[in-house]
């Protein structure tokens, strides 16, 4: 079972800058591999949508965050972090973290963390 443990959500101005931080393990210390890492968002009375995704083809990014928000992964490829720059009143939502990762066990499937709340206010 592979776990996601998000990080770095807050409060922020907007303008402002913050950092979201997803970390994937496997709870019994077994082997996977993570494949796609990405961040969801869901704001309150909307549907959950895509900010950005990572995986070894490259990267994509929703049009509302382009050139305003950067994911990038270490070099385990196993955490993900997303840069968030410019920050707007509209970005204020429950980031969710999302891993599709492989184990012996389950095969590949979709992970998700837990959520952290990102609020955009003066």
Known sequence: QVQLVESG????QPGGSLRV???ASESAFRAFRVNIMGWYRQAPGKPRELAA???RLGTVYAESVKGRFT???DSTENT???QMNSLKPEDTAVYYCKAN???AATGSRDYWGQGTQVTVSS
């Open 101 to 103: 990762a492989w184990t």
């Open 71 to 73: 994911i990038s992964r």
């Open 80 to 82: 993900v972090y997303l």
């Open 21 to 23: 931080s997803c970390a």
């Open 9 to 12: 959500g807050g409060l922020v």
């Open 53 to 55: 995704e990572i995986s």
